[in-house]
């Protein structure tokens, strides 16, 4: 076997030096697509709302550097879903909340509808309740009903990946 060549020894170094840097690119292209998709994530998050101006309910808050694409938002009440973005659904859950003891004049629904998007850093309700003249009654029934209502909101990023929030139980009252 004879010796290799200083000419040969230099194409063999830059033959190994070419295969290392093309598998930096591959890689830096794969943490580059990575960064891309963690940087664009919606991050959605349901809260109560309580205000001074009458008005208590739940908030949806997209917290994330990306927008949401908004799926599907269902409430289960009592063993029973309803989605909120059909509008005869959320009609009954209304029927089922006045039932149950929620006696309040106005009760909106807002929420995008599915298909839309909900923008970083934007809050839209998905339901408030209006009742200036009996304001801290419906505060105590809602803080009761809200124990025994789940949310949950299915959503999609930029790059199609699903996500879904869901809130049980509220961390806070409005009492």
């Known amino acids: 076997m004879e010796k290799l060549s200083t000419s ?27 960064h891309n ?3 664009s ?5 349901i809260e109560i709302h309580c205000q001074p101006d ?9 917290c994330g550097p990306g927008p949401a ?4 938002a269902v409430a289960t009440f009592r063993k029973v879903t309803y989605s909120l973005c059909v509008e005869e ?3 009954k859950l209304n029927v089922a909340l006045g039932k149950a003891g929620l006696k309040a004049k106005q009760i909106n629904m807002a929420i995008p509808s599915a298909n839309s998007v909900i923008p970083s ?3 839209y309700p998905l339901f408030v309740i209006r009742d200036s003249e009996n304001r801290d009654q419906i505060r105590g029934q809602f803080d009761s009903l809200s124990k025994e209502i789940s949310l949950t909101i299915a959503y999609k990023s930029l790059y199609e990946h699903t996500y879904k929030t869901v809130h049980d139980v509220p ?3 409005c009492a």
């Open 69 to 72: 694409f908004v799926e599907s």
């Open 8 to 34: 040969e020894w230099i194409a063999v170094i830059g033959g190994i030096i070419a295969l290392l840097a093309f598998f930096t690119t591959v890689w830096q292209a794969h943490l580059t697509r990575t």
């Open 54 to 62: 009458e008005t208590i309910g739940f908030l949806v808050a997209n």
């Open 41 to 45: 994530r919606p991050v959605l998050d």
């Open 121 to 123: 850093g934007m809050k």
């Open 37 to 39: 998709h963690l940087s």
């Open 89 to 91: 659904e959320f009609a």
């Open 171 to 173: 961390v806070a009252t």
